[in-house]
């Protein structure tokens, strides 16, 4: 058995022409939804993860706006300029760039996003209500994961699924997600004690850690559902996963690749949540 491919690129084509025609529905309201990406310091990758998202947020009739500020900018100046925006009715998503320089503290940031704005999915009320089904916002990158499955037609329904990661920003999201669409869920992590006992399990298994080869062919069940989240290099420093593909490719049913996976999914779900924010607030208006 080869695995079927999940292409991302072209998942994220379809709905990113859904965004395309929504936003513009609005604008016949009179409302363009608008994205604020807040950048401070010079990190490369954030860089290229910016410009990425400024781009696709005009590719799909999106209003966006970037502030890039130095890497000496306080923690109050940063905080000021999040409550502006937060006070700003032309923008509808605020999306701090991370990581932070060290002397600014993140989760205070981030706490700092009115949570009808937190289109990131970070905030501790978008924590809470995705731990209690309430209406928020989801992370992007499992909500793209969860949009993956959904593309397949994959019923989760009594299903074991094994995430490989604990972090906020995807592994504890992506539990509760799994949980949501009545998957039985176990989360593996560093102080698992045999992972592939398992992964071996698992009709679906998350991979989300960012260790290369943290998933290999015979740790997985035939049949299974793969989804790589990580982001690598390899020794020749090529892109690559969490997942050795070439070896796990031939035994799953379903895989996704790295580059064209999971990655431009993220982004196609910040635009989605910004587009959910502008309607929420059309809605209320």
């Known amino acids: 058995m080869t695995a079927q491919l999940i292409d ?45 998202k400024v781009k696709a947020c005009q590719d799909s009739g999106l209003h966006s706006v970037l502030e890039k500020y130095e890497a000496d900018m306080s923690e109050a100046e940063l905080l000021a300029r999040v409550e502006a ?13 991370l990581p932070l320089p060290a002397h ?16 990131d999915g970070f905030h501790i009320a978008s924590a809470g209500a ?11 990158t499992p909500y793209g994961c969860m949009k993956m499955l959904e593309s397949i037609g994959y019923d989760l329904k009594g299903k074991h699924a094994v995430v490989i990661g604990r972090s906020n920003i ?45 998933l290999t062919a015979d740790m997985v069940k035939p049949g299974a559902v793969v989804l790589d989240v990580g982001m690598n290099r390899n020794d ?15 035994v799953a049913s379903h895989i996704t690749p790295v580059p064209g996976g999971v990655g431009p999914m993220t982004i196609t779900m910040l635009l989605v949540n910004t587009l959910e924010a502008a309607e929420r607030a059309a809605a209320g208006a």
């Open 8 to 52: 991302g690129n072209a998942l994220s084509k379809q709905l990113r022409a859904q965004v395309a025609e929504r936003a513009a529905a609005l604008k016949a309201q009179g409302v363009t939804p608008g994205l604020a990406v807040v950048l401070v310091g010079d990190n490369q990758a954030s860089q290229v993860y910016v410009r990425n």
């Open 85 to 97: 925006l937060n006070n700003d009715p032309s923008i509808h998503g605020i999306l701090v760039q």
């Open 104 to 119: 600014i503290d993140a989760q205070k940031v981030i706490e700092a996003i009115s949570p009808l704005k937190d289109v």
């Open 130 to 140: 995705l731990m209690t089904g309430m209406p928020g916002f989801w992370p992007c």
């Open 170 to 214: 995807v592994g504890k999201p992506m539990a509760l997600m799994l949980l949501q669409k009545n998957a039985t869920v176990t989360i593996c992590h560093s102080g698992t004690r045999d992972l592939k006992a398992q992964t071996l399990q698992a009709d679906v298994i998350v991979a989300a850690v960012g260790k290369r080869n943290v």
């Open 236 to 250: 020749e420093g090529k892109l690559c996963g969490d997942v050795d593909f070439d070896g796990v490719r031939e």
